[in-house]
């Protein structure tokens, strides 16, 4: 509802302490009423004067960008498809909906799925490739069983199942392909009916008799990117074993078909086309007129675009650039390239952490960018219909959106945001990207993103040389990387007075396999030095406050947390989301997509045994002299609760400030509206009670064990 001016001058009185001991109250608008005003989307935040040139301390700021708007205006936009009209798909992930994946259209205005429903797969149980839309037909795996549905668009019922019920959702299905020769669904299926022993291979479900399903390929230990022939004639896929993961060594196979029908199908004459030692391949791809095979390779070091002729056997280079044309498989479905022609291709590539478009002829090799695209840092989900491309971009000031973006007018239009929320420049903290020193030699670098504290309504009290609070973020992944993408999450802090430096550490995704295999037996080490040297950086060119140093993660990233406060004695507190606290405990109880990549960022378990004690935080709780923060989902079958909960325990007996918040039903990361709410605001309460300054937020408190009150 909208609300009246006199409405939003009820007002509460809090009291600030200044550094250099100038006292004042300042009157403000209640979080709830400034709450209520920016979700109707009326600009009467920058109306209200009385929040500027304020003269407070870092930490103490009112900032507009609340948790609650992130988490019930801010949407998470993926997994694009096109049909064959040109429609447009995607997924919206809903918070205020328990995180349920949403499958919209540009066709209509209303969700494609009812709410019970959920788009999302657990294959790999990271999932992705959850859907696919062929002549008005949607197939999707729907999360709550596991099973594939089908939807038919223009009769608009309700889904109906495609596959058998299984127990505990122990059958899964990801990564699909339409045959429409033989009326066939291909896909990724993950057999969990035994839990020691979980098979993946490639099936074929029968669209005409859903009870009629054939194994096209087993044997391996994972699968995915099934694609068929123009003509129907050949599959391609990739496949590999542990104790690799898709970013180390992967292979490209094709199979021939036995027949045109669906009686008696096989796949026959199937042979590895490519895939070397440490050669990792993603994104295989026919050519519109089927005369190739496409894919990407790191095979000279950077992720780049190769193509096969599948006539002549032939092989070449389609751009050779020392840029990254690709990303790690974490989950299905990504798409870094599309076809515009037999002769160009559409492609996304990342360099120095940014994204950026461009167009390849694959005939006289050039690269071309395509700069009206360029306002965006990070792009993904690319598509190509006709002369219109499709991909999700953002970047640091431009929250996510679906774009349309057209080759021969050189325009683009908006499909979708994932918010109507804006802020300005006033509020926003733009990210600059720096590289710095790190580790034991000359030219050991890590990079990362550092955000100033940002928020034009304050200024720093006169008289003073305040620095502001730094949080050092460590990605999860590890092989992963953060990006300069719109998060508001990131502008939460820095709109409060905190700096943030988002770190791409050594091993991170996008600057080659050399840097990317560097972390290879080093987890725990190379990591860790480069959060710290971020934070020793800062420190040293006089931008941050060297005593309120602290340090936050998600999984991996809550990993590196835990060892830099127990191991060294550098930041002041600390955040582990879901985060690694014993490498053994890890290496014998997680699910099977990552049950060897230890072998890879650590050493081969048991025989390396004492490298996991040694690198496991729980065995330096002696050590421990700082505060923590936990936060963890209570249906997390990666990191498991007990991982944080010995910690916990530990921090406890030492009697030091510890929190723990242990959220029901959520899994490896939040989805959940509240939770994610929860997770945000309780890490800036922790650390205002542990660096004991005021906020000007109305937060929900948390149990703090251990907190003095002196």
């Not at 019930?72 to 997924?91: R, V």
Request: include cysteine; aromatic fraction near 14%.
């Amino acid at each position: 509802m909208l609300l009246s001016l006199s409405s939003l001058l009820i007002s509460f009185f809090v009291y600030h302490y200044c550094c250099d001991d100038e006292y004042s109250f300042l009157t403000y608008t209640s979080v709830e009423e400034q709450d209520l005003c920016l979700r109707s989307s009326r600009p009467y935040w920058n109306s209200l004067t009385v929040y500027s040139n304020k003269k407070m301390s870092y930490g103490t700021w009112l900032s507009p960008i609340q948790s609650s708007l992130i988490v019930e205006n801010i949407l998470t936009l993926s997994e694009i498809e096109i049909d064959e009209k040109g429609n447009i798909y995607w997924l919206e992930l809903r918070p205020l909906e328990n995180g349920r994946y949403v499958l919209r259209s540009n066709k209509q205005q209303d969700d494609l799925i009812s709410k019970t429903f959920n788009c999302r797969t657990r294959v790999h149980e990271y999932g992705g490739g959850s859907y696919i839309v062929k002549n008005n037909i949607i197939y999707f795996s729907n999360f709550n069983d596991q099973r594939i549905y089908k939807l038919d668009i223009k009769e608009n019922n309700l889904p109906i199942p495609l596959t058998n019920e299984s127990n505990n959702s122990s059958l899964r299905y990801a990564d699909f392909t339409i045959d429409l020769i033989r009326q066939q669904l291909i896909c990724v299926h993950e057999n969990h009916q035994s839990e020691n022993d979980v098979q993946n291979t490639i099936i074929s479900i029968s669209l005409k008799n859903s009870s009629s399903i054939i194994t096209l390929d087993s044997g391996y230990d994972f699968y995915s990117s099934p694609k068929i022939s123009p003509d129907g004639k050949y599959l391609i896929w990739i496949c590999w074993n542990h104790p690799n993961m898709p970013w180390d060594q992967t292979e490209l196979w094709i199979g021939e078909f036995n027949n045109n029908n669906e009686e008696n199908l096989l796949l026959i004459n199937k042979k590895k086309l490519f895939g070397k030692i440490n050669e990792s391949i993603l994104q295989p791809q026919w050519s519109p007129n089927g005369k190739f095979i496409y894919f990407i390779s790191d095979q000279n070091g950077w992720w780049n675009i190769y193509r096969f002729n599948i006539n002549d056997q032939s092989f070449e280079h389609v751009y050779n650039m020392e840029a990254e044309f690709g990303g790690p498989a974490w989950q299905f479905g990504a798409s870094y390239y599309d076809f515009d022609s037999d002769e160009n291709i559409i492609t996304v590539y990342w360099k120095n952490g940014i994204a950026k478009l461009n167009r390849i002829n694959v005939q006289t090799k050039t690269l071309i960018p395509l700069t009206a695209t360029e306002e965006y840092t990070n792009i993904g989900s690319v598509h190509v219909y006709k002369q219109n491309v499709y991909f999700i971009g953002s970047s640091s000031i431009k929250p996510t959106e679906i774009v349309e973006y057209n080759l021969e007018t050189n325009t683009k239009k908006i499909i979708c945001r994932s918010t109507n929320l804006t802020f300005g420049s006033r509020y926003l903290s733009v990210p600059e990207m720096i590289t710095f020193k790190t580790g034991d030699n000359d030219d050991d670098v890590a990079y990362g993103f550092y955000y100033p504290p940002k928020n034009d309504d304050y200024q720093i009290p006169t008289k003073t040389n305040e620095l502001p609070p730094l949080l050092v973020r460590s990605h999860g992944g590890p092989t992963s990387a953060t990006t300069s993408s719109f998060n508001l999450r990131i502008q939460y802090w820095t709109s409060r007075g905190f700096a943030l430096l988002d770190v791409n550490y050594r091993g991170s995704t996008g600057y080659g396999r050399k840097f990317r295999d560097s972390l290879k037996y080093n987890w725990g080490i190379y990591d860790v030095q480069d959060c710290i040297a971020g934070a020793k950086h800062l420190v040293q060119q006089n931008k941050v406050d060297r005593n309120r140093l602290t340090i936050d993660g998600g999984s991996a990233g809550g990993y590196t947390t835990l060892c830099a406060l127990t191991m060294f004695d550098y930041f002041s507190a600390g955040a582990s989301h879901y985060g690694v606290s014993d490498l053994e405990l890890l290496a014998r109880d997680t699910h099977k997509f990552e049950a060897r990549y230890l072998d890879q960022l650590v050493g081969e378990y048991p025989a390396k045994k004492d490298l996991y004690i040694e690198r496991s935080p729980i065995n330096y709780v002696k050590n421990l002299s700082k505060p923590i923060i936990f936060f963890q989902g209570t249906e997390d079958k990666i990191v498991l609760p007990s991982q944080a909960e010995i910690m916990v325990n530990a921090l406890r007996e030492k009697k030091l400030p510890v929190a723990y918040v242990l959220f029901e039903g959520e899994q490896h990361g939040f989805r959940k509206a509240e939770n994610i709410r929860k997770s945000l605001d309780g890490q800036f309460y922790f650390f205002s009670k542990i660096f004991r300054f005021p906020m000007a937020d109305k937060i929900e408190p948390i149990l703090i064990e251990n907190l003095s009150n002196d």
